[in-house]
């Protein structure tokens, strides 16, 4: 049975993978903070996709600590895994800072993706030929710049304004990670993709005063409909087009293949960013 590791599954975009990802026949290991969401998650594939074997695997992405150890445990569960989703992430309006010290963004939106696929690669390369998505986004044009060492232990303060930038490095990271990952993977029969899911009305931005009211206006408007995002995550995780591709970074729109946005663009600076977070982690 084919098997699918997906974080941020028990909320938008991981939630519409996660079911049609079941309804494909996959044995699911759901990563989720909440029992009671996963426990809804569960009921409604029950509903919708009878007979799926569905494992639930708690943590908290934020903690290094706590990814490490949901990593172990589903490595412990599975001999092999046929597709990892990194999915979670957050855009935070406010700094915060994890229990490692660490900004969450970066921790949860960069970090807990690198240190999960790390702890699953030898269950991925059981599985060969096995892929790796990884949720990037087009907010990875807003970073500015890139200065792997600085942003990655960074944790000053800011605003709503200057967060776009922020969450966008993160952002940033992901694709750098995911065509860096893809270099090193070569010839394990291991491919590792990413992509934008476009704008989604998601929850992303629920700590805004004025969140719902947005989203349910642009769902009234049909603005901004998830069922696109998740479909370009799902393309990727399972269309045998993409059974040999590695090293994309792909649009919502038709998966037309996007070029990595400046500076983190080239296999010198994401080698950097791979460096300075073995060197952060150790």
């Known amino acids: 049975m084919t098997t699918a590791v997906i974080t941020g599954a028990t909320h938008g975009l991981g939630r519409l993978v996660a079911l049609d990802l079941a309804r494909r026949g996959l044995r699911l290991g759901i990563v989720a903070r909440d029992a009671a969401k996963a426990d809804d998650l569960h009921a409604e594939i029950a509903r919708t996709a009878p007979g799926t074997t569905v494992d ?18 589903v490595a412990a569960r599975y001999e ?100 860096e990952l893809a270099r090193r993977l070569a010839g394990t029969g291991v491919t590792a993709n990413c992509c934008d899911p476009g704008f989604n009305t998601t929850g992303l931005g629920r700590e805004l005063p004025f969140a719902g009211t947005l989203e349910r206006t642009l769902h009234r408007l049909r603005v901004g409909d998830p069922a696109r995002g998740a479909g370009i995550i799902t393309r990727l995780a399972t269309d045998p087009a993409f059974a040999t591709r590695t090293g994309g970074y792909f649009s919502v729109r038709d998966a037309r293949p996007l070029r990595c946005p400046e500076p983190g663009r080239g ?12 060197a952060l982690l150790a």
Request: net charge neutral; glycine share 6%.
């Open 56 to 73: 639930t695997f708690l943590a908290d992405l934020s903690s290094l600590a706590e990814v490490r150890r949901v990593g172990q445990d």
């Open 267 to 278: 296999a010198a600076v994401q080698r950097e960013l791979w460096e300075a977070t073995e």
């Open 80 to 179: 092999r895994i046929d597709v990892l989703v990194n999915n979670a992430g957050l855009h935070a309006f406010s700094q915060r800072v994890t229990v490692d010290g660490l900004a969450e963004m970066t921790a949860v939106n960069y970090l807990a993706p690198w240190i999960l696929t790390s702890t699953l690669l030898d269950r991925l390369v059981a599985a060969a030929p096995a892929r790796v998505v990884t949720v990037a986004s087009e907010a990875a044009r807003q970073a500015g710049s890139i200065d792997p060492a600085r942003d990655l232990s960074f944790t000053g303060a800011f605003g709503r304004r200057a967060s776009a930038t922020h969450y966008g490095r993160t952002k940033l990271m992901d694709i750098m990670f995911s065509q």
